[in-house]
């Protein structure tokens, strides 16, 4: 059972380009999470994917970013007009589901990550 | 924001035990404390977690105290491989009474030397 894939494993983008970053969640999860983390700092939640729907973009900076999770295929977060300051590893995580008691079900299983450097 | 506290970083000689603290004053009664490790910038790894009663599994044992303020993560015997940010976290309960995002806050960095 394959886990969490993300790619690329690693992107070089200048600035003002796009990064389209992709996340399979493991087979059976329905749930997707995307998670930046700075470099030298902990992981911030961005946003919370069902299929087809945005559940929890919280996290997401207003301008320049979006996710998607279609219906056939990986989500996407995509970064527009890229900047120095998005460098970072961005990971991916999924889930069964969220409802119900903490339990093994609502376990959030994370990919290697994408590390994005902007030139 | 984290609603935890740890200490920034602890060392522990290897085949001891490690006891990775962690404060949650304002733990809510139906917030779960969970416990994450990253090893060397992979993707966060699960190890336990808890509700109010001690938990172990094959990776480590968890203590919360009987106010639910406080825990522990112990790795009893722990080996070079251990050496990684371990993160403390409360499980954010939402609105719809589900769990989703994971609230990381700086975490303890281990260090496992021989």
């Known amino acids: 059972n394959a886990g969490v894939m993300q790619n690329p494993r690693h992107l070089v983008r200048r600035r003002g380009q796009e990064a389209r970053l992709r996340c399979s969640p493991m087979?059976?999860?329905?749930?997707v999470y995307w998670y930046r983390q700075l470099p030298e700092e902990g992981l911030k939640f961005m946003v919370y994917l069902q299929k087809e729907n945005i559940i929890d973009e919280s996290g997401m900076p207003k301008e320049r970013f979006s996710a998607e999770f279609p219906k056939e295929g990986p989500s996407i977060l995509r970064i527009q007009q890229v900047v120095r300051g998005d460098s970072a590893a961005y990971f991916c995580?999924?889930?069964?589901?969220?409802?119900?008691?903490?339990?093994?079900?609502?376990?959030?299983?994370f990919g290697p990550g994408t590390r994005l450097t902007v030139l | 924001d984290a609603k935890t506290t740890q200490p920034p970083s602890m060392d522990c000689a290897e085949g001891r035990a490690a006891n990775l603290p962690c404060n949650h004053s304002t733990i809510s009664g139906n917030e779960y404390v969970y416990w994450y490790r990253q090893i060397h910038s992979q993707g966060p790894q699960y190890i336990i977690h808890?509700?109010?009663n001690n938990e172990t599994n094959e990776m480590a044992s968890l203590i919360i105290t009987e106010d639910r303020k406080s825990s522990t993560l112990i790795l009893p015997h722990a080996t070079l491989r251990d050496t990684a940010v371990y993160y403390c976290?409360?499980?954010?309960?939402?609105?719809?009474?589900?769990?989703?995002?994971?609230?990381f806050g700086a975490g303890t960095r281990l260090a496992v030397h021989p």
């Open positions: 976290i409360v499980r954010v309960l939402t609105g719809t009474g589900g769990y989703n995002k994971l609230i």
């Open positions: 995580a999924s889930s069964t589901r969220t409802s119900g008691r903490a339990g093994k079900y609502n376990e959030q299983f």
């Open positions: 808890g509700l109010k």
């Open positions: 087979k059976g999860h329905s749930h």
